[in-house]
């Protein structure tokens, strides 16, 4: 930095820098507001939750154990319905998780295989379509 002598060129770069320094700590008190906006817990667990809920993986995930929970509900409705006795209403939440289970445990299996045959069903549908 060079020697300012005159005290009208001391006074100008004075201001100059107090200028510079008031747009600083605006920009610096803007930065901390959103930085304090960004950091609250209602805020944090949003953007967990967003991040988790857009993940391709989550939703299937989601959507198998839904479908597994439903499959094992219904499973139970159809085979063991309602009933008033003890042993049946045991036997039919045993039968309800199991089925629950094995589908979860096995839904990659599952929906390959269900994938695969219907896959099989457009072939046919599109080699008929070519005759």
């Known amino acids: ?31 901390f507001a959103k930085m304090y906006e960004q950091l609250k817990p209602a805020n944090l667990l949003s953007q967990g ?10 939703k299937q995930t989601v959507l198998s154990t839904a479908l597994s929970v439903a499959a094992g509900y219904l499973s139970k409705k159809v085979l063991v319905g309602d009933t008033d006795t003890p042993f049946k209403k ?14 979860i ?19 046919k549908k599109d080699e008929r379509k070519e005759v």
């Open 1 to 31: 930095m060079e020697k300012t002598t005159s005290v009208i060129a001391l006074r100008e770069k004075i201001a100059a820098l107090e200028t510079t320094g008031k747009a600083q700590e605006t920009t610096l008190k803007e930065e």
């Open 49 to 58: 939750v967003k991040s988790i809920a857009s993940s391709p993986a989550f």
């Open 90 to 103: 045991i036997l039919g939440q045993l039968l309800q998780a199991g089925v629950t289970t094995g589908l």
């Open 105 to 123: 445990k096995n839904s990659d299996e599952i929906y390959n295989a269900v994938t695969d045959i219907v896959n099989a069903f457009k072939t």
